[in-house]
Nanobody
Framework: VQLVESGGGLVQPGGSLRLSCAAS????????MNWYRQAPGKERELVAS????????NYADSMKGRFTISRDNAKNTVYLQMNSLKPEDTAVYYC?????????WGKGTLVTVSS
């Protein structure tokens, strides 16, 4: 199982970024996917989840209305569209899946929101 995040970078407050997570080594379309983030000095927190078909999504309260999780099962990729970014969104963003009771994580991509 391999998960590789991309798309992070430096963005000004109010800006947008789209993160991608390319998956390989397993049947992507069979598994739920999640985005987490970890800000400096804080615990890792769940950002958003999506079912295997993409038919249902779930968000942490602070991200609702600003972030959108989606997936393309033909491309084995899950996305996180982030709008109206705030300095407190600065964090390393990780994608994760759970397969046969084991969690698999990517290495993360850094998002910095600063003027």
């Amino acid at each position: 199982v391999q998960l590789v995040e991309s798309g992070g970078g430096l963005v000004q407050p109010g800006g947008s970024l789209r993160l991608s997570c390319a998956a390989s080594g397993f049947t992507f379309s069979n598994y739920y996917m999640n985005w987490y983030r970890q800000a400096p000095g804080k615990e890792r927190e769940l950002v958003a989840s999506i079912t295997n078909t993409g038919g249902s999504t779930n968000y942490a309260d602070s991200m609702k209305g600003r972030f959108t999780i989606s997936r393309d099962n033909a491309k084995n990729t899950v996305y996180l569209q982030m709008n109206s970014l705030k300095p407190e969104d600065t964090a390393v963003y990780y994608c994760k899946t759970r397969r046969f009771g084991m969690d698999y994580w990517g290495k993360g991509t850094l998002v910095t929101v600063s003027s």
